[in-house]
């Protein structure tokens, strides 16, 4: 098993951005991984809301869905982190800011193929 670490920052505002494709533009991954996201927030104040979705789906012949896996929500003194997930179909995890200030964002993926 090796594990792969996969960091970046961006700052995230509105439009939705999306982690593996370091872009505001999706690019579906399809290695089999168990996945870790680690995700902190520069500054955050008590009005910003993030949300977290993982893309993934049930079968190589399914739809791609999306479901909230996380958010982030006022002061944090801790990075946020995903349990493990098992992708591998067609997967992308993405970030938006919901309300507030646009915020820089460091994040990491942590998986092991």
Do not use: N
């Not at 915020?103 to 193929?113: E, G, M, Q």
């Amino acid at each position: 098993m090796a594990l792969t670490l996969t960091d970046g920052t961006a700052t995230i505002s509105t439009t939705e951005y999306f982690l593996a494709s370091a872009s505001t533009s999706k690019v579906d991954q399809t290695d089999d991984a168990l996945l870790s996201v680690w995700i902190e927030v520069e500054s955050v104040a008590a009005a910003d809301l993030f949300r977290i979705k993982l893309y993934e789906k049930v079968s190589a012949a399914g739809t791609q869905r999306s479901f909230e896996i996380g958010q982030i929500t006022g002061a944090q003194v801790f990075p946020w982190v995903s349990p493990m997930l098992f992708v591998g179909h067609a997967w992308e995890v993405s970030v938006t800011k919901i309300s507030g200030t646009d915020r820089v964002v460091r994040w990491s993926l942590r998986k092991a193929t």
